[in-house]
Nanobody, 123 residues
Framework: QVQLVESGGGLVQPGGSLRLSCAASGFTLDDYGIGWFRQAPGKEREGVLCINSSGGSIYYVLSLKGRFTISRDNAKNTVYLQMNSLKPDDTAVYYC????????????????WGQGTPVTVSS
């Protein structure tokens, strides 16, 4: 079964950290780019980060460099989003999605999506 499942979200205080996981099944990560998107309350969905099939990272929100890092573990068929120094405006539902070879900021180019994991940054 081709599937992506996000986990790791929750409530965290400003300045804290979370690591989100995107577990893939039914396909091999080597063939796909995996993007992280987020949708904050009252805002439209935006692309955040993507890791391509070669392991390279692309930031679609440049201000997140230094705070967010994407990585993958091919043995576990899982992509991670490490989020540090979290801010209240990082609050959103975070989704992972796949695109065949390569990355894009446009969600319409991704063919499989997870259900999302909510992240709330609040004191």
């Amino acid at each position: 079964q081709v599937q992506l499942v996000e986990s790791g979200g929750g409530l965290v205080q400003p300045g804290g950290s979370l690591r989100l996981s995107c577990a893939a099944s039914g396909f091999t990560l080597d063939d796909y780019g995996i993007g992280w998107f987020r949708q904050a309350p009252g805002k439209e969905r935006e692309g955040v980060l993507c890791i391509n099939s070669s392991g390279g990272s692309i930031y679609y929100v440049l201000s997140l460099k230094g705070r967010f890092t994407i990585s993958r573990d091919n043995a576990k068929n899982t992509v991670y989003l490490q989020m540090n120094s979290l801010k209240p405006d990082d609050t959103a539902v975070y989704y992972c999605a796949r695109k065949y070879y390569g990355c894009s900021r446009y969600g319409s180019q991704y063919d499989v999506w997870g259900q999302g994991t909510p992240v709330t940054v609040s004191s």
